[in-house]
Nanobody, 123 residues
Framework: QVQLVESGGGLVQAGGSLRLSCAASGRTFSSYNMGWFRRAPGKEREFVAAISRSGDPYYVDFVKGRFTISRDNAKNTVYLQMNSLKPEDTAVYYC?????????????????WGQGTQVTVSS
């Protein structure tokens, strides 16, 4: 069992930056692939980024060049650095963990989820 706790969300103006953190419980963090999803108001939860056990990052097209995912296995933490934020990035952001990485953009791929952290970008 892995428990995930997100932090770092908040209100920021368009063009600004935020760094989300996700702290994971347990001693097997390094064995999980980690991901970030988001759910905007009135929309389905969607894939944002993922990072493999070996540290390889993957991004959805609309965040490439603006968001960076990273992990610190010593701290059991995964990060999402978000730059050049846009109002359409407003959403609840969820951290997630997966034992496999076959369909990383699919919600069903992931085994554990955090409660989410709200990100609001004002225009």
């Amino acid at each position: 069992q892995v428990q995930l706790v997100e932090s770092g969300g908040g209100l920021v103006q368009a063009g600004g930056s935020l760094r989300l953190s996700c702290a994971a419980s347990g001693r097997t963090f390094s064995s999980y692939n980690m991901g970030w999803f988001r759910r905007a108001p009135g929309k389905e939860r969607e894939f944002v980024a993922a990072i493999s056990r070996s540290g390889d990052p993957y991004y959805v097209d609309f965040v490439k060049g603006r968001f960076t995912i990273s992990r610190d296995n010593a701290k059991n933490t995964v990060y999402l650095q978000m730059n050049s934020l846009k109002p359409e990035d407003t959403a609840v952001y969820y951290c997630t963990a997966s034992r496999t990485m076959i369909a990383m953009t699919s919600r069903s791929e992931y085994d554990f989820w955090g409660q989410g952290t709200q990100v609001t970008v004002s225009s």
